[in-house]
Nanobody, 124 residues
Framework: QVQLVESGGGLVQAGGSLRLSCAAS????????MGWFRQAPGKEREFVAA????????RYADSVKGRFTISRDNTENTVYLQMNSLKPEDTAVYYC?????????????????WGKGTLVTVSS
């Protein structure tokens, strides 16, 4: 079992930055692929970024590429999402998720564990 707790959301102006954190419980954190997803009001949840257990392989949604950076610290059981140059369309609840195996890293139906989410609001 893995429990995930997100933090770092809030209100920021367009062009600003936020860093989200996701703290994971359990001794096997380093074995999991970690991902960030988001869900905007009235929209389906969508993939944002994913990082493999070693950190060697990373993927981003096209909408955040070049602006967001995912990273992980396996000694701290934490995954991060650094968000720069934020836009109003980035407004959403951001969820941390974990799964075993890299296949399906961008498919929310294939994630094994979820946090409760943290709200990010970007004002124009």
């Amino acid at each position: 079992q893995v429990q995930l707790v997100e933090s770092g959301g809030g209100l920021v102006q367009a062009g600003g930055s936020l860093r989200l954190s996701c703290a994971a419980s359990g001794r096997t954190f380093s074995r999991y692929v970690m991902g960030w997803f988001r869900q905007a009001p009235g929209k389906e949840r969508e993939f944002v970024a994913a990082i493999i257990w070693s950190g060697d392989t990373i993927r981003y949604a096209d909408s955040v590429k070049g602006r967001f950076t995912i990273s992980r610290d396996n000694t701290e059981n934490t995954v991060y999402l650094q968000m720069n140059s934020l836009k109003p369309e980035d407004t959403a609840v951001y969820y941390c998720a974990a799964k075993t195996g890299w296949l399906g890293y961008s498919d929310d139906r294939r994630m094994d564990y979820w946090g409760k989410g943290t709200l990010v609001t970007v004002s124009s």
